[in-house]
Structures are given as structure tokens and as C-alpha cells.
T-cell receptor, first 115, second 117 residues
Framework: AQKITQTQPGMFVQEKEAVTLDCTYD???????LFWYKQPSSGEMIFLIY??????QNATEGRYSLNFQKARKSANLVISASQLGDSAMYFC????????????FGKGTRLHILP | EPEVTQTPSHQVTQMGQEVILRCVPI?????FYWYRQILGQKVEFLVS????????KSEIFDDQFSVERPDGSNFTLKIRSTKLEDSAMYFC???????????????FGDGTRLSIL
């Protein structure tokens, strides 16, 4: 079975600082994908970044990067130069790379950016 | 950019009543999903749907739930006799494949907040 662990229920970070949100995962599958989603207070789920288990390079999308350490089974999200609008709940998630497999989510980390 | 559309954004229903949540997936996507998020908790998988049939369902998806793709564009979740514990945010998602057969990440709709009274 797959499992996602996010150990930081909440974080407070000063605006413009970089922030790292921790995520570890457990799976027996060889082929899988890792995701990060942002959920603002309005409730929608916004896809941020994706990392495939066979990707050798860490994924980057603008200010977001995913620090993928396969041997340690970790997939931390790094947000550079944080902004007030980054305040939200962040979910780490994974799925097998079958054609239609479900996404398993972690419990989330609530990030507060301080002015 | 194409997006998944869910209606209504908020549904208030009396316990025991039937409710239908609607979703319009991204037009060229083939795989459809429903997830649920009880207030303050993590997002949980309910069901996946492909080629007009359920691919997988979770323990939550019991006989009171059903899904349907009634036409070429809509994907619905029906809850037959709602309970108080069905109150949650319900997310629809869809995915497809990029060129070369690479699976796309699932794109989520904005959700329907279901409140059972």
C-alpha cells in the first residue's frame, strides 16, 4: 500500500524567505508519481508540481521545486522567495503510474507567510 | 487553459435526500475521478472511472453512491440517501495522456461543498 507522511501540521515563514515543506512516502511500486497541490482558504485544489520516480532531475515550476531523494523516499517542496499569497494548505500526494490510478494524499501542511 | 468545472459550488440538502454533483472534465481527458475532503481532514479517493465503467472504488464508495457519464461531457456523482457524515467538499478530477503516452497529472475542479442538515 502507498502512504504519504507530512510531519509539519503548520509552518510560519517570513515573507521573501525560502520555505521547505517535508514529505516522505512509502511504496513498493517501482514506477510512481509524486505531486504537490496547494489548497487556499477558498477550497480549490491547485496542482503545483510533479515528479516521476524515474526522472533523474528534480522538477521545477517557477518558484516551486521538488527535492526528490529516492533512496530516502522523500519529496520535499521548496518555495523560493515566499509571498503572502503562498499562505495555504499544501498537500503532498502520490499515485502509481498505471493508466487510471488514484492519488493518495498526505494530511497536509498549513503554511502561513508573515509580512 | 482548459479546466475541470464543477456545479454547484455549494449544495445544502436535507438528510435522507438524494443529491447529484456535476462535473465537466477537460474535453480530451479519458479518466475521471471523485474525491472527498471532510472539513479539516485530508483528501480521500472515492472512485475512478474509465471507458464508461468504474475502474476502482474505495471503501467509502458504498451502495449509496453511484457515478455516471450521461453524455459526452458530464460526469456525475449521486448520493442516494444522504447522511450527516456525507457533509464534505467533493472534488472531481480528470486526466489524460500527453504525446508519447506520458500520463498527465490529474486536474481538479474547484469542488462542491456539500452540507447535509
Amino acid at each position: 500500500a502507498q502512504k504519504i507522511t507530512q510531519t509539519q501540521p503548520g509552518m510560519f515563514v517570513q515573507e521573501k524567505e525560502a520555505v521547505t515543506l517535508d514529505c516522505t512516502y512509502d511504496t513498493s511500486d517501482q514506477s510512481y508519481g509524486l505531486f504537490w497541490y496547494k489548497q487556499p482558504s477558498s477550497g480549490e485544489m491547485i496542482f503545483l508540481i510533479y515528479q516521476g520516480s524515474y526522472d533523474e532531475q528534480n522538477a521545477t515550476e517557477g518558484r516551486y521545486s521538488l527535492n526528490f531523494q529516492k533512496a530516502r523516499k522523500s519529496a520535499n517542496l521548496v518555495i523560493s522567495a515566499s509571498q503572502l499569497g503562498d499562505s495555504a494548505m499544501y498537500f503532498c500526494a502520490m499515485s502509481r503510474m498505471n493508466r487510471d490510478d488514484k492519488i493518495i494524499f498526505g494530511k497536509g501542511t498549513r503554511l502561513h507567510i508573515l509580512p | 487553459e482548459p479546466e475541470v468545472t464543477q456545479t454547484p459550488s455549494h449544495q445544502v440538502t436535507q438528510m435522507g435526500q438524494e443529491v447529484i454533483l456535476r462535473c465537466v472534465p477537460i474535453s480530451n481527458h479519458l479518466y475521471f475521478y471523485w474525491y472527498r475532503q471532510i472539513l479539516g481532514q485530508k483528501v480521500e479517493f472515492l472512485v475512478s472511472f474509465y471507458n464508461n465503467e468504474i475502474s476502482e472504488k474505495s471503501e467509502i464508495f458504498d451502495d449509496q453512491f453511484s457515478v455516471e457519464r450521461p453524455d459526452g461531457s458530464n460526469f456525475t456523482l449521486k448520493i442516494r440517501s444522504t447522511k450527516l457524515e456525507d457533509s464534505a467538499m467533493y472534488f472531481c478530477a480528470s486526466s489524460g495522456f500527453l504525446r508519447g503516452g506520458v500520463k498527465q497529472p490529474q486536474h481538479f475542479g474547484d469542488g462542491t461543498r456539500l452540507s447535509i442538515l
